[in-house]
């Protein structure tokens, strides 16, 4: 049974840092793509950043370019994005996926196959 589980959420002060993590388990997925998405009540799930199967590509919304940064270790089939110069507009559920590809098409949500259960990210001003 194929399970992702993220962690890391919580409540902040604008400025501050955190940093998610998704662990995966159930199969291998260093061959996929992997992404965050974020999404508040009433509104889609949007692309945060997304990472290809090697980790040599990397890709980000606009919002969070130059704050966010996505890595991941295939030896612990985990994923983790680094958030720092939080902004309350930032605050949502978090979920990471793992892509139908390799490196392609990572920022579109339809192509992820598996999802995280999410979490929590809270921004206060």
């Known amino acids: 049974q194929v399970q992702l589980v993220e962690s890391g959420g919580g409540l902040v002060q604008a400025g501050g840092s955190l940093r998610l993590s998704c662990a995966a388990s159930?199969?291998?997925?260093?061959?996929?793509?992997m992404g965050w998405f974020r999404q508040v009540p009433g509104n889609e799930r949007e692309f945060v950043a997304a990472?290809?199967?090697?980790?040599?590509?990397?890709y980000y919304a606009d919002s969070v370019k130059g704050r966010f940064t996505i890595s991941r270790d295939n030896a612990k089939n985990t994923v983790y994005l680094q958030m720092n110069s939080l902004k309350p507009e930032d605050t949502a559920v978090y979920y990471c996926?793992?892509?139908?590809?390799?490196?392609?098409?990572?920022?579109?949500?339809?192509?992820?196959?598996?999802w995280g259960q999410g979490t929590q990210v809270t921004v206060s001003s």
């Open positions: 996926a793992v892509s139908q590809n390799r490196d392609y098409g990572l920022g579109n949500v339809n192509l992820y196959n598996y």
């Open positions: 159930g199969r291998t997925f260093s061959n996929y793509g």
């Open positions: 990472i290809s199967w090697s980790g040599r590509g990397t």
